[in-house]
């Protein structure tokens, strides 16, 4: 895709498909454009199939800086600016739809926005150099991708309050110890491991990696007790028709899978 495009769509690895946001001059700052590019590329990896694992990432020194506030401002009419009731500008749904693992490998500042895009994720890298703040409150903007809703669930719900009601920034340290960020990296190491964790994903039964996340992501949406009785449904309806030799096939499957997708990130 030429450089100059809003999201660089590389495939550093077969299966897994990387997504850069370009505004670097703007923190990569979420402009309309930006979004609509952004879920359309998602849109379309999803479509094709040829991706199973995405990791989405920020050109320069930033992550992304949320909605674009300088577009906001010019705009005659605020709701108009935001278009959140757009699915064509919406990122954080398209996330939720698409078929796979996505893996956030966060290279800077995650405000916001950018911060919603992160946790739309289901694994989060952070470099030493990411930082994370919701600043709605300081805008004067509500939250509309999950900000309110998810962090308090990743963080606990008064840690998510300091962060919200505050407005200031959270370190990748602190992040990491509050367990909102699955590792912290040096920044020449963020996406080499992003892609050691991407073939690592792809070297899983083809079949499961989809079903496996919907099962935690709604088992999470539930009581604990509703959670266990709908993993109990789908484990018996995926194992219908199962035999011995199944089994092995699926096994042999793996580790060879496995070792072709580590011997391409080595």
Request: glycine share 8%; charged share 20%; net charge neutral.
């Amino acid at each position: 895709m030429a450089c100059d495009a809003l999201v660089l769509v590389t495939w550093p690895l077969p299966g897994c498909a990387q997504l850069t946001l370009n505004r670097p001059a703007a923190k990569n700052a979420l402009s309309q454009a930006l979004r609509r590019a952004l879920v359309q590329a998602i849109e379309t990896l999803g479509t094709e199939g040829r991706a199973r694992v995405l990791i989405l990432t920020g050109a320069g020194d930033a992550f992304c800086a949320g909605l674009d506030l300088k577009e906001l401002g010019a705009a005659t009419n605020a709701a108009h600016g935001l278009a959140l009731d757009d699915p064509a500008l919406n990122p954080v749904a398209a996330l939720a739809r698409f078929p796979g693992a996505v893996i956030a490998a966060i290279n800077g500042v995650a405000i916001t926005g950018g911060f919603e895009l992160a946790l739309a994720c289901d694994v989060l890298l952070a470099s030493e150099q990411a930082r994370f703040a919701d600043t709605h409150a300081r805008v004067g903007v509500m939250p509309a991708w999950g900000l309110s809703q998810k962090l308090s669930r990743a963080i606990g719900v008064y840690r998510a309050k300091e962060l919200a009601l505050t407005g200031n920034f959270l370190s990748a340290a602190r992040a990491d110890a509050w367990g909102l960020v699955n590792r912290v990296l040096p920044p020449d190491r963020l996406l080499p491991e992003a892609c050691q964790l991407a073939a690592e994903m792809l070297s899983l039964v083809p079949e499961m990696l989809l079903p496996y996340k919907r099962l935690i992501d709604e088992g999470h949406a539930l009581t604990l007790q509703d959670g266990l009785a709908q993993e109990a449904l789908r484990a018996e309806a995926a194992l219908q028709g199962w035999d011995a030799a199944e089994l092995e096939r699926r096994r042999h499957g793996v580790r060879s899978r496995g070792q072709q997708q580590i011997d391409q990130v080595r």
